[in-house]
């Protein structure tokens, strides 16, 4: 994909990997639009940048965020479902349940309410490429991360299936699976190895690379060399 005046939608786009993405992108002459649950991180944003506040949660905010970007820039190329909450690590029996339904509203509701947005548009329009980003515990799962890994495995199970529902049309689907990414996901309780995680620029460039490739891989995997 030739990236040049293409518009991109990326959820969760203020902090972490979405804010990276946002400006790698800007940078490639791309016309960004980013939404986040709270406008107050907009305030700093490089200009060019559209901020829309929307809520993952709730599917007429997603709505919304696509007929504004519509109407601002008549098309809709590559959609990124990339917002996402985690848990501190904890047994099963220490995890708060009641929390962890919030996680599934916003790791796999929030997927689904974006990819579905965004599908019936490209359905329309007969083209475009969503970009689901979900995580290496969806294909590793690790102990005291079983809330958080459940999330990440429900959405790929339904992006799994979504891209078998739509293997003939002109539609792509890419799954993306980042090891640990130095963002705000871990203000909560930093690991101890925090300073070897990746940062979200390095992350955001190799799903860019992906993305302008003539055949993009559909499940790209992104660890630290070392």
Not at 24 to 34: A, D, R
Not at 83 to 98: N, V
Not at 149 to 165: M, N, Y
Request: aromatic residues 8%.
């Amino acid at each position: 994909m030739n990236l040049t005046n293409k518009t991109v939608i990326i959820t969760g786009g203020t902090k972490g990997l979405g804010k990276a993405l946002a400006l790698s992108f800007k940078e490639k002459g791309v016309n960004v639009v980013i939404c986040a649950k709270d406008k107050n991180g907009f305030k700093n944003l490089p200009e060019g940048i559209l901020g829309i506040k929307a809520d993952v949660t709730k599917e007429k905010d997603l709505q919304n965020l696509l007929n504004k970007t519509l109407r601002k820039f008549r098309q809709l190329d590559v959609w990124i479902n990339n917002a996402g909450i985690w848990l501190p690590h904890l047994s099963m029996e220490k995890t708060d349940w009641k929390r962890a339904h919030k996680i599934m509203e916003v790791n796999f509701f929030g997927i689904v309410y974006g990819s579905k947005i965004a599908l019936t548009q490209m359905r329309k329009q007969n083209y475009g490429i969503i970009i689901n980003i979900l995580s290496i515990r969806s294909l590793d799962p690790r102990a005291g991360e079983s809330a958080y890994t459940a999330s990440k495995f429900a959405a790929k199970g339904f992006t799994d299936s979504i891209r078998k529902e739509i293997n003939n049309e002109n539609i792509k689907l890419l799954s993306v699976y980042p090891g640990k990414i130095q963002t705000n996901l871990f203000n909560e309780a930093k690991p101890q190895n925090y300073e070897q995680f990746m940062t979200p620029k390095s992350v955001a460039e190799k799903i860019i690379e992906n993305l302008i490739k003539k055949t993009p891989e559909k499940h790209l995997v992104i660890k630290p060399l070392s």
